[in-house]
């Protein structure tokens, strides 16, 4: 069936580094964009970063530009988020997605916890 | 950044109809159309409908979606106990060149 798992999530101390993974299966990984969407605690969706199928473009929600980066290995049907000089409001789950091809979000994994504190 | 209006709770009987609404401008809602997902706490988000009145496979019926001018709407016939969750619309926004959300709205079932 088609799936997503995230992995890599954990606490880190501000101004660190943390790299996420979102695993895919029961599709072709290569046919679709992907999207990372952020939840903080008790809050709502905070749409994150979105690569192309083919990796040719990349954009990135507001507060992220320039700290996360999003990217794929098709090989291994993985998406990853690199994220860099981390805040205390980047605490949030965060939630591999696949874009449908209509600007919405149609598979959701399970998400992983990403906590910033000191 | 700019997101989508929605109002933060609404609540109807069960079997009654409930309309969820999504409010947003020209550079999304109005061009770009809508997105609806269900989320119940504790779960990840679902999606029930996207270019604004498109239902993925097994969505039932009783959820659709529609839009007019700057404004989306979600709704839910024959309400059921398992309808209580929080809804959220997204879009693609062009002139932020990002997908924006709405901040959510809890559906309550009397």
């Known amino acids: 069936q088609v799936q997503l798992v995230e992995s890599g999530g954990g606490v880190v101390q501000p101004g660190r580094s943390l790299r996420l993974s979102c695993a895919a299966s029961?599709?072709?990984?290569?046919?679709?964009?992907m999207h990372w969407v952020r939840q903080a605690p008790g809050k709502g969706l905070d749409w994150v970063a979105i690569?192309?199928?083919?990796?040719?473009?990349?954009l990135y929600g507001g507060s992220m530009k320039g700290r996360f980066t999003i990217s794929r290995d098709d090989s291994a049907n993985m998406l990853y988020l690199q994220m860099n000089s981390l805040r205390v409001e980047d605490t949030a789950v965060y939630y591999c997605?696949?874009?449908?091809?209509?600007?919405?979000?149609?598979?959701w994994g399970q998400g992983t916890v990403v906590t910033v504190a000191s | 950044q700019a997101g989508l209006t929605q109002p933060p709770s609404v609540s109807k009987g069960l079997n009654q109809t409930a309309t969820l609404t999504c409010t947003g401008n020209?550079?999304?809602?109005?061009?770009?159309?809508a997105s609806w997902l269900q989320q119940h706490q504790g779960h990840p988000p679902k999606l029930l409908s996207y270019?604004?009145?498109d239902r993925p496979s097994g969505i039932s019926e009783r959820f659709s979606a529609s839009r007019s001018g700057n404004t989306a709407s979600l709704t839910i016939t024959g309400l059921q106990a398992e309808d209580e969750a929080d809804y959220y619309c997204s879009a693609w926004d062009s002139s932020l060149n990002s997908w924006v959300f709405g901040g959510g709205s809890k559906l309550t079932v009397l």
């Open positions: 029961g599709f072709t990984f290569t046919r679709y964009a």
């Open positions: 020209s550079n999304n809602v109005a061009n770009e159309g």
């Open positions: 270019r604004t009145n």
């Open positions: 997605s696949r874009e449908t091809g209509g600007n919405a979000f149609d598979v």
């Open positions: 690569i192309w199928h083919d990796g040719s473009q990349k």
